[in-house]
């Protein structure tokens, strides 16, 4: 990746024509491998390869079809935001700078219910030291400070009560049928930053059979969850994948 970046991104003091014309060139080398040189060889690993990160939404796909799109809803290769009769979290971030900084930032999510009262913190860090962005220098800015837009899809009708950590305005709407609770926040390099939510659920979240859908940020490699309930941990470990986690 580090000589991906040094290619694409690095300052020159001339122009760079066709500066990301080498991602072409490594897929037309993918393609010459599985199809062209050894099929037999490489197709085993291709297509393991290829449903895995369909199913950690490194890849999404999309059809003009309305029948095939379809099909690919119901097998959750879509990327869409999915409906759901219990609770639900998807965390969405968006790097507003320039730098590369989501590659040496990990992002810890502790959700918390008690009975229609809602608490999610999320904690980022980034243990690296900044690179050097200077670009007289021609340095490679890949790690910097993060400025994060973060938002928070919750079930429609949920009720905002605090939003602390954010350092603009919060914002609260509707958009693809969930509340969406928005703020912003910056991770420095060497440090940390966190976010404190807590809401309240609306009534049509049954919360004598309790269920959660977590839905995976797309293009993440992952996520640390823990989930608890009542005071009771239901999940503690890696989200790679979309979950239901559910009271036993």
Request: include cysteine.
């Amino acid at each position: 990746i580090y000589t991906l970046f040094d290619l694409v991104d690095r300052p020159v003091g001339y122009f760079k024509e066709n500066r990301k014309g080498i991602l072409g060139d490594l897929m037309y080398k993918l393609f010459y491998n599985a199809i062209g040189f050894s099929p037999s060889k490489y197709w085993g690993t291709l297509m393991q390869t290829m449903f895995k990160n369909l199913d950690e939404k490194h890849i999404l796909v999309y059809f003009k079809d309305t029948e095939t799109q379809k099909s690919l809803e119901q097998l959750n290769f879509s990327g869409r935001i999915r409906e759901y009769k219990g609770d639900y979290l998807s965390i969405i971030n968006v790097n507003f700078a320039g730098a590369k900084s989501n590659m040496f930032i990990s992002e810890n999510i502790d959700s918390k219910t008690n009975g229609s009262s809602r608490e999610v913190t999320i904690n980022f860090k980034n243990p690296y030291p900044a690179s050097d962005c200077n670009l007289e220098r021609g340095g490679l800015c890949l790690n910097a400070i993060l400025r994060n837009w973060i938002r928070l899809y919750v079930p429609q009708g949920s009720k905002l009560v605090s939003f602390n950590g954010s350092s603009k305005k919060v914002q609260s709407y509707d958009e693809l049928g969930k509340t969406v609770f928005e703020g912003f926040l910056e991770v420095p390099t060497q440090g940390q930053a966190m976010v404190t939510i807590k809401y309240t659920l609306p009534a049509n979240v049954d919360i004598n059979n309790y269920s959660l859908l977590v839905q995976k940020q797309a293009g993440v490699e992952e996520q640390k969850l823990k989930v608890s309930f009542d005071n009771r941990t239901l999940f503690d470990g890696m989200l790679r994948i979309d979950k239901v986690i559910e009271v036993n």
